[in-house]
């Protein structure tokens, strides 16, 4: 390879030596003196190749690239100004050229800072410039040299403006402003609206419009030179946009953009239901369902996001926030009235729409039980009848509330259930980010025990699915495989060592030193979040008890309390009170507490939260990223391991799949806070086996997972380090 790069700078030197005698030999004998008229712009030409080398322009990892460009930034620059000079043209011609090679190099040099220039391209660049400045002296037309050039190049050369008045600029320009519109049609529209009056208006409209429908509507709403241009054109399209934007309730009729256009819908349609709540809604479902057959008969749909995102809106400002805010309300008739009209497929579509949004017992009590009991409890049944539509999706979101299990034996055929879970497992690699890996170490560790059969056949399609990738060579899906196959086999194998076979901190178990603050003496601080609904108070009325005098000091002030063991190992306690939350007195003792422990080098590694899941995400944004470990003891509180470990990304994290109970909860958190006052390691395993003999006949034990079964987490730690950290977390 490096006598292959030798060789190439042999040739380029050859060139470059053959190129300067051809030169010679054509004529250009003159020395290159630079007239005192013109020693300015050639100073500026060579303060702009400075600009441009203190930038970095020539440097990079490909010693052939670097070669060239810099040979090109510092010889062929230099070449270029000496011929400019040397040429038989006036001194005008001269200096407009040199001016457009000084604002040249200063544009690179600027675009390259901003990441929108490829140094490799400068060599092609100066070369279409030498050659428009031979075309244009003659007076002939340019527009032959950028028949051939990349967008970036044209435009770049474009941009020198040294050739103001050639014959072919106009036909230049519609090429290079067609040439950006199919590049960035996200960005025709701004550039439109600066120039209405461009060549080729119309069909940048259309290029654009199509591949963005939803900035074709904002733009056609305006009363301006574009609006009015985009009104009159004379397409199906944009037609149906323009019409939409004019309109009171375009943003009701925009998710049926494709129907109104293909004439399977009007807007008299939309107009007979858009003002009931539960009609509009049900449109909405009718309208997915036909983009998703019309999908798999291979059309292409071109505002499916739009729906998507009202579909999402309405299901939850009709459906998830009423139920949701009557929580508190014993009747289920009651709290789960808005829920009465909807099918099972309308149901399936707020199950969707709520993954982030829906409280555990809104999900548990009342969506789920009845979208299964209105499809006569078919899971098999309720998958097709939406096409499979968000599949995965579902699948994750019922693992997670711990329904996995009851859905898929609602598949009178178990083989149908297996073949699910097998689509479920396939094709991991091909998707963006990690989110459905770690949804699909979730799912096993929600089935692990439960459904032996379909976890037995999950670690087959697992097995399968990583020797496809290795005969492949393809290295991300062999990596998430792998990870996939020993976490998997790890719920069984206790003679895996996952910390070990994935090269990450301990996974089973943390150190006592690990928790102490580091200070001398060295306590271990414990934080907990108190929240100020009538919950958080009695969980706090229960809490503080826990601390008896005869272990504990106790010292607080208006906003909130500590505890400082008196016996065993340096332990300090702190929480924050629940104050009233209307007036927003508990988000300002949470700060405040906080500030203090920041201020004072007070490092919690030990983070405890006592609220509702809809309060979790307010203690994951205050974590501090010391905190070892982190227990959720909430509602759904499993579905925010993700957004822990990006505070603290060697958190070990207990969560509740389901509801958390008081009954549960602090027992689990003076068992810990007991193993910390006496200065022991929290090994989980035995931890865990510890705290089920005494719990595990209460209701609801089983949603608890602990630290070395949250599969999703370890996934994450264990992905991030296999490829180097260089690829996002989800």
């Not at 548990?364 to 899971?379: D, L």
């Not at 030193?513 to 009695?538: A, C, H, M, T």
Request: with cysteine; aromatic share 10%.
């Amino acid at each position: 390879m490096r006598r292959m790069s030798y060789l190439v700078r042999i040739a380029f030197y050859c060139f470059l030596i053959f190129s300067t005698f051809l030169a010679s030999a054509q004529g250009n004998s003159v020395s290159c003196r630079v007239p005192i008229n013109h020693k300015l712009w050639h100073d500026y030409v060579d303060k702009a190749q400075s600009a441009a080398l203190r930038a970095g322009l020539a440097k990079g990892d490909n010693d052939d690239v670097v070669h060239f460009v810099n040979n090109a930034l510092v010889h062929r620059v230099d070449a270029l100004e000496c011929k400019i000079e040397t040429d038989s043209i006036g001194d005008q011609r001269k200096v407009g050229y040199l001016r457009g090679l000084d604002r040249m190099l200063k544009n690179v040099t600027r675009d390259f800072q901003q990441h929108k220039f490829t140094p490799s391209n400068l060599p092609v660049l100066l070369e279409a410039y030498e050659r428009a400045i031979q075309l244009d002296k003659k007076l002939l037309s340019i527009e032959p040299v950028f028949d051939k050039l990349t967008y970036e190049v044209a435009n770049m050369l474009l941009a020198t403006d040294a050739f103001e008045g050639n014959a072919g600029l106009a036909n230049i320009r519609n090429k290079v402003s067609l040439q950006f519109a199919q590049l960035y049609p996200e960005k025709v529209f701004g550039m439109l609206n600066d120039n209405p009056n461009v060549p080729f208006r119309d069909s940048l409209i259309k290029i654009a419009g199509y591949k963005n429908p939803r900035q074709l509507y904002d733009y056609a709403a305006a009363n301006n030179k574009l609006g009015y241009a985009i009104r009159a054109i004379d397409d199906t399209l944009i037609r149906a946009v323009s019409r939409m934007a004019k309109s009171s309730s375009g943003q009701l009729y925009f998710p049926f953009l494709d129907n109104i256009v293909k004439g399977r819908q009007t807007i008299d349609d939309i107009d007979a239901v858009k003002d009931d709540p539960v009609k509009y809604y049900r449109l909405l479902v009718k309208t997915r369902l036909d983009y998703v057959q019309h999908q798999l008969e291979g059309e292409k749909i071109t505002e499916m996001k739009a729906l998507s995102a009202m579909l999402e809106k309405k299901a939850l400002d009709y459906f998830i926030k009423p139920i949701n805010e009557l929580h508190e309300v014993n009747s289920e008739a009651v709290r789960f009235a808005a829920l009465n009209p909807l099918s099972a497929q309308e149901l399936y579509y707020v199950v969707i729409a709520g993954e982030t949004d829906l409280y555990t017992s809104s999900y548990v009590k009342g969506v789920f039980p009845r979208m299964m009991q209105r499809i006569g409890n078919r899971g098999d049944s309720l998958l097709m009848s939406v096409g499979f539509d968000h599949f995965k999706k579902f699948i994750k979101i019922a693992a997670g509330y711990n329904t996995l299990p009851d859905f898929l034996r609602a598949f009178p055929d178990q083989d149908q259930a297996r073949l699910l879970m097998t689509a479920f497992v396939n094709n991991l690699d091909k998707s963006e980010g990690l989110e459905d890996g770690v949804d699909v170490a979730d799912s096993y560790a929600s089935i692990s025990e439960t459904m032996k059969p379909v976890a037995d056949q999950m670690l087959v399609d697992v097995k399968r699915n990583y020797q496809d990738a290795a005969r492949a060579n393809n290295k991300r899906g062999m990596v998430m495989y792998d990870l996939l196959n020993k976490l998997f086999r790890s719920s069984t194998d206790t003679t895996i060592n996952l910390s070990k076979e994935f090269n990450i901190p301990p996974v089973y178990g943390v150190s006592y030193k690990s928790l102490e603050n580091g200070s001398d003496p060295s306590p271990v601080i414990i934080q907990v979040f108190f929240y100020g609904d009538k919950d958080g108070r009695f969980n706090y009325n229960n809490f503080v008890p826990q601390f008896p005098a005869s272990l504990w000091k106790r010292s607080e002030n208006k906003q909130w309390i500590s505890f400082t063991s008196i016996k065993g190992k340096p332990t300090v306690v702190y929480a924050n009170k629940p104050l009233d939350e209307e007036s927003g007195e508990v988000d300002k003792a949470q700060a405040a507490l906080c500030s203090y422990l920041t201020d004072n080098n007070l490092n919690p590694t030990i983070v405890i939260h006592r609220g509702h899941s809809y309060y979790a995400p307010y203690t994951i944004e205050q974590l501090a990223p010391s905190a070892k470990i982190v227990f959720l003891g909430s509602c759904g509180g499993y579905h925010l391991i993700h957004d822990v470990l990006e505070h603290s990304e060697d958190a070990h994290i207990i969560a509740s799949k389901q509801i958390g109970k008081q009954i549960i909860n602090q027992p689990l958190i003076d068992m810990m806070m007991e193993k910390v006052r006496s200065g022991e390691n929290i090994e989980w395993i035995p931890f865990w086996r510890e705290f089920e003999r005494r719990y595990k006949n209460i209701e609801g034990f089983g949603d608890y997972i602990p630290p070395h079964k949250n599969l999703g987490a370890i996934f994450i730690k264990a992905y991030k380090n296999a490829m180097g950290g260089s690829e996002g977390v989800i």
